[in-house]
């Protein structure tokens, strides 16, 4: 693989259009350099020197966007970390950086006032990335062995969001900035994306944009996006080598593109290389979960035959129309039948697996008729109230207009 190099002026034509190079990753919407007297006016806010990583970065950007996958293990999850900012002053975020440091530092004036313990004033851990109000990225500006490590927050949400992370939690990026821009990587190729929503997609659209309204040159475009796509990670050759088992991080990876191709041959495959498929592979949702969820019922099959564990709330994940035979197998393997999924396939067009859960539940000593009444009609209540506010404009829906009346026929035809 040849060295993808940009000549000066190249890059000054970047730069003009918004976009900057750093430790090998693209940043986009990219800002100027900070000026040195706000870089002086940040660090006198801080417990100790700000990282030199971070310096390096401010001396070629104040701020930007970045469009890259990051996972981390958060509380026995595997949590998604979304750094799509680079904090700058005077942006549109949720805050601009001033605004996050203002936060910080009043959150850790209240934890001294409450613990009653003397504060410095100052920051031991200086926030400079992140996402709106849900996950942010800090340097560690403390004296110590920790100076310079590059940590990742994520905020908790409520329990009704199954397998999320249910309170805020923090992990390690890496020991300094330039390994966490390292570990920023693709996990698909964005030429060639397996969903609607995939990281490159953000950036793809802004270089498009800038081509289009604003000049940018095609090949200079094209020659970026070939450096970018060299962070798409490579587990096809751990795979045809026999070593993928034991690189998780990347068995994780072609796992997920196995369930998002919905491909029972590759989940085959996998298994024969010795890749486990017993941890979270999203938030904190097993394999089967996540295929189950994402209505690849081949792979789901495919990974029950494997051996994968079934998580007993198995069947809450399902969202199509998921066939008898895998309810069975599901069943089969540790899944629990309740009224909840009784309804679910019913709606869903999967009236035989729904019966199939019914006579599980009746096995299990649920009295399910007057039990699936109650959870049928409040679903009715539910897709009718929400394709009433889609049809007056007032909401979105993934399935759509049809995909919700869809479903309300099919509850209203279905017959324990």
């Keep these: 693989m040849h060295d993808i190099r940009f000549t000066p002026e190249e890059l000054s034509t970047l730069r003009e259009h918004g976009v900057v190079l750093f430790a090998n990753r693209v940043i986009f919407d990219a800002q100027?350099?900070?000026?040195?007297?706000?870089?002086?006016?940040?660090?006198?806010?801080?417990?100790?020197?700000?990282?030199?990583?971070?310096?390096?970065?401010?001396?070629?950007?104040?701020?930007?966007?970045?469009?890259?996958?990051?996972?981390?293990?958060?509380?026995?999850?595997?949590?998604?970390?979304?750094?799509t900012e680079l904090f700058w002053n005077g942006s549109d975020g949720y805050h601009d950086l001033q605004g996050w440091i203002d936060h910080e530092l009043e959150l850790a004036q209240e934890a001294a006032e409450e613990s009653g313990e003397p504060w410095s004033g100052k920051l031991t851990h200086l926030p400079f990335g992140g996402f709106e109000y849900t996950d942010r990225i800090y340097a560690v500006v403390e004296p110590g062995a920790e100076h310079g490590q590059i940590v990742a927050w994520k905020k908790g949400l409520p329990p009704a969001w199954t397998h999320a992370l249910?309170?805020?939690?923090?992990?390690?990026?890496?020991?300094?900035?330039?390994?966490?821009?390292?570990?920023?990587?693709?996990?698909?190729?964005?030429?060639?994306?397996?969903?609607?929503?995939?990281?490159?997609?953000?950036?793809?659209?802004?270089?498009?944009?800038?081509?289009?309204?604003?000049?940018?040159?095609?090949?200079?475009?094209?020659?970026?996006?070939?450096?970018?796509?060299?962070?798409?990670?490579?587990?096809?050759t751990p795979l045809a080598e026999g070593t993928l088992r034991h690189k998780p991080s990347l068995a994780r990876v072609a796992l997920r593109h196995a369930i998002a191709t919905d491909d029972a041959d590759m989940v085959a495959q996998l298994a024969a290389a010795g890749v486990g498929f017993d941890g979270p592979l999203q938030g904190s949702a097993l394999a089967v979960d996540v295929a189950v969820g994402n209505g690849a019922f081949a792979a789901a099959a495919a990974l029950v035959r494997?051996?994968?564990?079934?998580?007993?709330?198995?069947?809450?994940?399902?969202?199509?129309?998921?066939?008898?035979?895998?309810?069975?197998?599901?069943?089969?393997?540790?899944?629990?039948?309740?009224?909840?999924?009784?309804v679910k396939c019913a709606a869903c067009g999967a009236p035989a697996s729904a019966h199939l859960i019914a006579e599980a539940c009746e096995r299990a000593g649920i009295d399910v008729a007057p039990a699936f009444v109650a959870d049928r009609d409040a679903m009715l209540l539910e897709l009718e109230t929400t394709l009433a506010q889609m049809q007056d404009g007032k909401l979105g829906h993934y399935l759509g207009q049809e995909g919700i009346a869809e479903r309300i026929e099919h509850l209203q035809a279905f017959r324990l």
């Design 166 to 236: 249910h309170e805020d939690s923090v992990n390690t990026v890496a020991s300094d900035l330039m390994g966490a821009f390292a570990a920023l990587h693709l996990d698909e190729d964005p030429l060639a994306p397996t969903s609607d929503y995939f990281a490159g997609q953000t950036l793809l659209e802004y270089l498009d944009d800038r081509h289009e309204e604003h000049g940018l040159d095609l090949d200079l475009m094209d020659k970026l996006v070939a450096l970018y796509s060299r962070a798409v990670v490579d587990w096809r």
């Design 306 to 342: 494997a051996g994968a564990p079934v998580p007993a709330d198995a069947l809450g994940s399902i969202d199509g129309q998921i066939s008898p035979e895998l309810t069975a197998a599901l069943l089969a393997n540790g899944a629990e039948p309740d009224v909840a999924a009784i």
């Design 32 to 83: 100027p350099p900070m000026p040195q007297a706000r870089i002086a006016a940040v660090q006198s806010l801080c417990a100790g020197p700000i990282p030199g990583g971070l310096l390096a970065l401010w001396e070629v950007t104040a701020g930007g966007r970045l469009d890259y996958d990051l996972s981390l293990e958060m509380n026995g999850n595997l949590e998604g970390i979304s750094w």
